[in-house]
């Protein structure tokens, strides 16, 4: 198998100390950026360090970690030596010093490859493809690295918006509460499709039921689980709302019974596309990123029945606020504004939700996905 061209750079951090968080920033490397880049985050102040080069490599849009083991995954998509495209999944394992050693790659599977998580018994790694329109399963062995393809599923279908969906577009997939299933929101279809997951062979099957519907027109892009695994909230992409749902622990299904804007009252959708959504490690709070606006959105979960209620949004000090990441422990959030090539860091209040902006901001050529490793 071909691989993409890859290159380190020999000296990066300090020797790991205590508690030091690491944090991984994925890039569209179009333009300046090489690749994945790690800062460490100082949890008293949210001071960022200065990003280095972790691994050059082609596109790295979104990343992961492993739940217990220093391995880091990403997407990877660029020019082979032949001169072919190539689009891949790569796993690396993580030195003392930060920097980012690779252990294999894999062929995604299909085109347009857009998110990867891991199972929480890092087992299996699953991948979707936003223009192929499948979804990939790999094993992950005990050393870190990807074996084969387990599975490979492809999406059928279309739904009503003219110019995004005409075809499928599966644009997250996430194990479920209890790690049988995974989750895979659909932006072409207008559906949250439910696979059944056997973490022992890496494998993909239909579940029953088969998927969850959303608004039509919404584009559900990605999604998140309550702590308590009762409630998932997705974030539709194509009209700036957000979508809650009940989970049944026994079928997997999702029953839908709320939907609210992401954007503060009297602002209109239209030049918005919501981007990242992610629920504070408390379960108290949800937060969706807002691109056109600019902002984070902030909501307060009901105890009782998981339903939302607005707080506020918070501009995020920069444009197209692609992704953001809760660091473990949930004292910080760092966000990855794209256009403006800037990460931004702000200190979560654990008694309202409200965010607020430290000095923590460091450039970043197009940052695309932000991860932490602690240890």
């Known amino acids: 198998m071909k691989k993409l061209a890859f290159a380190l750079i020999p000296t990066l951090l300090p020797m790991a100390i205590a508690a030091q968080t690491l944090v991984y920033v994925g890039t569209d490397t179009g333009g300046e950026s090489k690749g994945i880049y790690v800062s460490t985050l100082d949890e008293t102040t949210g001071a960022l360090s200065p990003p280095l080069l972790a691994a050059a490599i082609g596109n790295p849009g979104f990343l992961t970690t492993h739940p217990s083991k220093p391995f880091v995954y990403s997407v990877a998509a660029g020019r082979a030596a032949?001169?072919?495209?190539?689009?891949?999944?790569?796993?690396?394992?993580?030195?003392?010093?930060g920097r980012l050693v690779l252990l294999n790659t894999r062929p995604s599977g299909g085109n347009g490859p857009c998110h990867i998580s891991v199972d929480a018994g890092g087992r299996v790694l699953l991948l979707a493809n936003y223009n192929g329109g499948d979804v990939v399963s790999y094993p992950i062995q005990g050393d870190g690295s990807l074996g084969?393809?387990?599975?490979?599923?492809q999406h059928e279908g279309a739904s009503v918006n003219p110019q995004r969906q005409q075809q499928p577009h599966p644009h997250g997939i996430y194990p479920g509460p209890t790690q049988t299933r995974a989750y895979v929101p659909d932006l072409g279809l207008d559906k949250v499709v439910i696979y059944r997951l056997d973490a022992a062979s890496g494998r993909l099957s239909p579940n029953v039921p088969a998927y969850a519907t959303t608004e039509p027109g919404g584009g559900p892009r990605h999604l998140a689980f309550h702590p308590n695994g009762r409630y998932a909230y997705v974030n539709l992409e194509l009209t700036s709302r957000v979508a809650a749902y009940r989970v049944d622990a026994v079928t997997g299904a999702m029953e839908g019974f709320q939907v609210l804007s992401s954007l503060p009252p009297g602002t209109k959708a239209e030049g918005n596309s919501t981007a990242e959504i992610l629920v504070h490690p408390g379960g108290r709070f949800l937060y969706v990123s807002n691109r056109g606006h600019?902002?984070?959105?902030?909501?307060?979960?009901?105890?009782q029945d998981g339903s939302l209620r607005f707080i506020e949004a918070t501009s995020t000090g920069g444009h197209m606020p692609r992704s953001f990441g809760i660091v473990p422990g949930g004292r910080f959030l760092v966000a990855a504004n794209h256009d403006s090539g800037n990460v931004t860091v702000f200190r979560m209040n654990p008694e309202h939700g409200t965010l607020s902006r430290?000095?923590?901001?460091?450039?970043?050529?197009?940052?695309?996905?932000v991860r932490f490793l602690r240890r």
Not at 82 to 91: H, L, R
Not at 148 to 153: G, L, M, R
Not at 358 to 369: F, I, M, N, R, S
């Open 82 to 97: 032949d001169g072919s495209w190539k689009e891949e999944v790569a796993a690396f394992t993580v030195q003392d010093d």
């Open 148 to 153: 084969p393809a387990a599975s490979t599923v």
């Open 294 to 303: 600019d902002s984070i959105a902030m909501f307060a979960i009901d105890a």
């Open 358 to 369: 430290v000095g923590g901001e460091v450039t970043v050529d197009q940052p695309a996905y």
